[in-house]
Nanobody, 115 residues
Framework: QVQLVESGGGLVQPGGSLRLSCAASGFRFSTNIMYWLRQAPGKGLEWVSLIGAHGDITYYADSVQGRFTISRDNAKNTLYLHMNSLKSEDTAVYFC????????RGKGTLVTVSS
């Protein structure tokens, strides 16, 4: 049974940083491309970033390029999202997923950027 459990969200001031984690189980994590998605209040699901199975390929949405860094630890079956220079528009529930549209994703972790 596939399980994805996100953590690390919280309230942070504009310009601050957070690191999100996603613990994966129930599938062969080390052979899967993994994704971070987010859903802002009242909006649809948005793709944020992806990372190749071995961590050597990464892509980012224009809105987070240069501020967010995706990484993974295949030995720990864990996906990360390091978020710097956070803006109010980054406020959202963040999900990790095995696919770009979030068909298989966790329950999410809430990030609120506010002063």
């Amino acid at each position: 049974q596939v399980q994805l459990v996100e953590s690390g969200g919280g309230l942070v001031q504009p310009g601050g940083s957070l690191r999100l984690s996603c613990a994966a189980s129930g599938f062969r994590f080390s052979t899967n491309i993994m994704y971070w998605l987010r859903q802002a209040p009242g909006k649809g699901l948005e793709w944020v970033s992806l990372i190749g199975a071995h961590g050597d390929i990464t892509y980012y949405a224009d809105s987070v390029q240069g501020r967010f860094t995706i990484s993974r630890d295949n030995a720990k079956n864990t996906l990360y999202l390091h978020m710097n220079s956070l803006k109010s528009e980054d406020t959202a529930v963040y999900f990790c997923s095995r696919d770009k549209i979030g068909a298989v994703r966790g329950k999410g972790t809430l990030v609120t950027v506010s002063s």
